[in-house]
């Protein structure tokens, strides 16, 4: 079973949205967010209280998808969504 690993940078509501859409995909019974324990700061910040670091947060979700044709259809409803949101995605691959 294919574990797809999201991360999304953006608001609140648009972490939700994407979330709500990976609901949506029959066939799924398990979208989680994952609480990151240690705050990310960007790389390039030499302040984790600049305006541009307050204004999008760091969601990670993971989904569990039956099989590869499943996770396909997540990635896809997951880009999909982030970009007409405007937010940033990632899918995170396990090493």
Known sequence: MPMIRIRLIGSRE??????????????????EEIDDLVPQMRDDSSSSELVDDSEGHLYTIEVDAPDD?????VRGV????ANRLNAGIEFVEDD
């Open 69 to 73: 044709l499943y996770a396909d259809a």
């Open 14 to 31: 648009e972490a939700d949205t994407v979330i709500s859409a990976l609901h949506g995909i029959d066939g799924i019974e398990h979208v």
């Open 78 to 81: 997951a880009e999909v969504e």
